[in-house]
């Protein structure tokens, strides 16, 4: 498909909060990088759905019949060989809420939750703001790459219940290989920890690196994972509030839903 990556499409007065009145007093030269929102135009079959879903004119309750999954499946599968079920999936209106939901659902006050700083600040406020402990396994930064410190990695582990892997990794730009991947799980997996995989940057990997699905590697770390995913980065969509989640394992799908339930997420309880 051909996409035009340079035309400039005046954002004002869209209520983009990328371009809200604190950046406007800014001077013209500075560009607004601190939101993952691009000033691509979404694709054009994105734009043509939603202007035929806008011409039927109602707006009622709705939900997403066989055909959205099938989408996905085909999606997950072409990309990451990852094959998925029906069943395991939740829609959310974003990851941020779904990693505040699987982090209410699936741990206690108290309990420890280790992310790898630097990293999307979220991470952080979704430990905090729910009164969970905040563990920290810096990533080392040499020579222009960062990578694990898995001593580290591991001290954390033992003290924690759960684990917010970011892959691709906002902000360093690592995509995690099978190695390391692997060796987080196996740590996860014998300390009893849960994970919370945010691939929301899935889609965005230079040639010569392959984005592997954490869930995907080995079924004991499905069994132990809420993955995160969203069209919304790769289509620049983050607006329409949509995200997909994942999780095989049913008792934590329940705990999961329960919580999305107790959210008031939906009235259909
Ligand atoms: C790693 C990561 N997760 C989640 C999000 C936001 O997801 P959502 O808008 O679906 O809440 C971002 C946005 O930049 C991100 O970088």
Known sequence: MKYDFDGVIDRSNSYSIKYEPSWRGKPDDILPLWVADMDFAAPGCVQEALIRRAQHGIFGYSEPDAAY????????????????????????????????????ALTKQNDGIVIQQPVYYPFEASIRKTGRQLLVNELVYKDG??????????????????????????????VWNRDELTRMGEIAL???????ADEIHEDFVFSGHKHLVFAA???????????????????????????????????????????????GLTSRA
């Open 69 to 104: 999954f099938d989408v996905m499946r085909k999606w997950f599968e072409e990309r990451f060989s990852w094959t998925t079920e029906r069943d395991w999936l939740t829609i959310t209106p974003g990851v941020v809420n779904a990693l505040y939901l699987a982090v209410r």
């Open 145 to 174: 790459y960062y990578s694990i410190d898995f001593q580290d990695f591991e001290e954390k582990i033992k003290q924690a219940k759960m684990f917010i892997l970011c892959n691709p990794h906002n902000p360093v730009g690592r």
């Open 190 to 196: 014998s300390h009893g920890v849960t994970v919370i």
């Open 217 to 263: 590697l080995n079924p004991d770390f499905a069994n132990i994972t809420v993955t995160c995913t969203s069209p919304s980065k790769t289509f620049n969509f983050a607006g329409l509030l949509c995200a997909n989640i994942f999780i095989s394992n049913k008792d934590m799908r329940d705990k999961f839903k329960e919580e999305y339930v107790g959210c």
